[in-house]
Structure formats: C-alpha cells, structure tokens
Nanobody
Framework: QVQLVESGGGLVQAGGSLRLSCAAS????????MGWYRQAPGKQRELAAA???????NYADSVKGRFTISRDNAENTVYLQMNNLKPEDTAVYYC????????????WGQGTQVTVSS
C-alpha cells in the first residue's frame, strides 16, 4: 500500500509561483509512474503533468511552458514547479502513483489547494 502526502499549496497572485511536493511511502517509488492531477470546482479531474518511472514527462497543453514535473527517487518525492500561475490554475491538486506493470494499482493523495488570485 502506497501512501502519498502532498504539500506546498496555497494562495498566490497571478504571475506568481508555487512548488508542490508529494512524498511517497509504503512502496518501491521507482516502479511507479507519477502524476499531478487537478480538479477545479464544478469540473472533472484532469491530468496536469506526469512523469514515468524512467523520467519521461507529459503535460497538459494548458500548463506547457509554465509547469515542470520532476522526481527524486532517492527521496521518494515528486515535485510540480508551477510558474506564471493564472487564475484558471485554481484547483485542488492531487498526486497519483500508477504501477508500471499493473495500471489498476493506483494510489491518490489527499490533495492540496492552489488558489490564484487575479
């Protein structure tokens, strides 16, 4: 059982930056693809950024060039650096872990609120 704990959310003005962290425990971190999803009020949860176990990254079009996902396998942590934040980035951000062989084996964090004021 993998436990994921997010941190780093908060309130920031448009144009500002935040860095989210997701600390994993209870499993072998390196065998999980990791992702940051977000859910705005009244909207479906969507993928913002993902990083494979090998370090390949993928971004939603809406965050490309502004967000950077990275992972530190030694620290069992995945990060999301968010720059030039916009009010439309306001959402609860969730960390996700997906086993590289068993896609049904997925885990979620509790979420962290990011609010961007205009």
């Amino acid at each position: 059982q993998v436990q994921l704990v997010e941190s780093g959310g908060g309130l920031v003005q448009a144009g500002g930056s935040l860095r989210l962290s997701c600390a994993a425990s209870g499993g072998t971190f390196s065998i999980y693809h990791m992702g940051w999803y977000r859910q705005a009020p009244g909207k479906q949860r969507e993928l913002a950024a993902a990083i494979t176990s090998g370090g390949s990254t993928n971004y939603a079009d809406s965050v490309k060039g502004r967000f950077t996902i990275s992972r530190d396998n030694a620290e069992n942590t995945v990060y999301l650096q968010m720059n030039n934040l916009k009010p439309e980035d306001t959402a609860v951000y969730y960390c996700n872990a997906e086993h590289i062989m068993l896609k049904s084996r997925q885990y979620w964090g509790q979420g962290t609120q990011v609010t961007v004021s205009s």
